[in-house]
């Protein structure tokens, strides 16, 4: 089983910065997908930037320039620097571990880290 922690929310001002962090029990190199995705109150989840193992790394077209997707393997831990916040991107973010062993595929969820950013 892969246990997924994210960490690194709060509060924060327009204009602020943020870096979230999601601690994997899995090697991050075995991993196929990791992905940020984020979900406000009455709208649904949003992906927010997903790295697959191939090596390329999306963004929602709402984040890009502002949102940068990292990892450290050898700590097996993600990281999402936000910049340039704003009171929309308020939401509580989530880690998303998609993991296949042979044809066997699961996805694994954090529990959610809340990001406010106030005006």
């Known amino acids: 089983q892969v246990q997924v922690m994210e960490s690194g929310g709060g509060l924060v001002q327009t204009g602020g910065s943020l870096r979230l962090s999601c601690a994997v029990s899995e090697s991050i190199f075995s991993i196929n997908a990791m992905g940020w995705y984020r979900q406000a109150p009455g709208k649904q989840r949003e992906l927010v930037a997903v790295?697959?193992?191939?090596?390329?790394?999306n963004y929602a077209d709402s984040m890009k320039g502002r949102f940068t997707m990292s990892r450290d393997n050898a700590k097996n831990t993600v990281y999402l620097q936000m910049n340039s916040l704003k009171p929309e991107d308020t939401a509580v973010y989530y880690c998303?571990?998609?993991?296949?062993?042979?044809?066997?595929?699961?996805?694994?969820w954090g529990q959610g880290t809340q990001v406010t950013v106030s005006s």
């Open positions: 790295v697959t193992s191939d090596g390329h790394t």
């Open positions: 998303n571990v998609f993991h296949c062993r042979g044809t066997i595929c699961n996805s694994y």
